[in-house]
């Protein structure tokens, strides 16, 4: 069965370009995000350090840190929880292929997995358009509503992402994996037709 990754950090377009080609080219259609708490327990109760660290602290402690220490351990939350992931995977048996998205897919890991240079690749935004995404989702302000500053600790989170993408293009770049950047000014059409021209599917 063939499996499309598409890596990256968040408010990139990754789910965009993942549903749009799994509509067009009958592809099923895996966001990992949708399972992500089930992973991080089941990396917890196995023992992982980071994952049952991150699931006894409140949203005061996760955002109210430095960035760098946000960044540098949601690096290794997604290292944790990669082989549960790719267990799932391996359960799956569709026809047509797997088209699957999410910030867990680390350059890094990928290239351990095996997965192709022409089966992988990420997206990720600028700074000022992950902003400007952020702020429109609805969800954002139940995250940090138990944040004593909410201002700062958004501030933190949307510099972690912004740290977080530039660990995710500099892998691509070390291991030979395509790294798209997405800036706002191209359409979602586009972006589509990137990546569907990337994955060779027609």
């Known amino acids: 069965m063939t499996v499309y990754f598409i890596g990256g950090s968040p408010c990139s377009g990754k789910s965009t370009a993942a549903q749009a080609l799994a509509e067009r080219f009958g592809l099923h259609y895996f966001k990992v995000d949708d399972h992500l708490d089930r992973y991080i327990q089941q990396a917890a ?33 997604y290292q944790e929880i990669f082989e549960y992931i790719l267990a799932d995977l391996e359960k799956m048996n569709f026809e047509n292929g797997v088209i699957t998205e999410g910030a867990a897919y680390l350059p890094m890991l990928a290239k351990k997995a095996g997965v192709p ?61 395509v790294s798209l950047v997405n800036s706002g000014q191209q359409s979602e059409d586009d972006l589509i037709a990137g990546v569907a021209a990337h994955f060779q599917l027609a």
């Open 45 to 77: 109760e196995a023992g992982k350090r980071h994952c049952a660290a991150i699931r006894q602290m409140t949203p005061e402690q996760i955002w109210m840190r430095d960035p760098l220490v946000q960044c540098e351990e949601e690096l290794l939350i």
């Open 117 to 177: 240079a022409g089966r992988y690749l990420s997206i990720t935004p600028t700074k000022a358009f992950q902003i400007a995404h952020y702020r429109l989702r609805e969800w954002v302000p139940y995250v940090l509503a138990e944040c004593s500053d909410k201002a700062a600790a958004f501030d933190n989170w949307m510099e972690r992402d912004a740290l977080f993408a530039k660990a995710v293009q500099q892998q691509c770049h070390e291991l030979g994996y």
